[in-house]
């Protein structure tokens, strides 16, 4: 009933940049929270960086400084620009909404993208 569409993902060199775009659809009254999170090969899935409605906004620490993400909340986007581009930034990203789908009752559903690849190499 809710769907995430990502893109963006691709190959790039070490110092380069790339923008993820992520767009929810469905049955959606409103969302609270946005976020990308990645997952290398071999390890845990971590938080990149979330937001909320309203512009507040964290970062994981490996990413501060050269990651941004923001929300077109009239499109049900978020999206993460990415510079400064490391080998240790490979990895699949996937977007998160926290979403209420109906209105007057304020259950919220953590719905999950489908992932799109990065990778980081020379």
């Known amino acids: 009933q809710v769907q995430l569409v990502e893109s963006g993902g691709g190959l790039v060199q070490p110092g380069g940049s790339l923008r993820l775009s992520c767009a929810a659809s469905?049955?959606?009254?409103?969302?609270?929270?946005m976020g990308w999170y990645r997952q290398a090969p071999g390890k845990q899935r971590e938080l990149v960086a979330q937001s909320t409605r309203d512009g507040n906004t964290n970062y994981d620490d490996s990413v501060k400084g050269r990651f941004t993400i923001s929300r077109d909340n009239a499109k049900n986007t978020v999206y993460l620009q990415m510079n400064s581009l490391k080998p240790e930034d490979t990895a699949v990203y996937y977007c998160?909404?926290?979403?209420?789908?109906?209105?007057?009752?304020?259950?919220?559903?953590?719905?999950w993208g489908q992932g799109t690849q990065v990778t980081v190499s020379s």
């Open positions: 998160s909404a926290d979403v209420q789908v109906v209105a007057g009752i304020p259950n919220q559903f953590r719905y």
């Open positions: 469905g049955s959606i009254f409103s969302i609270a929270v």
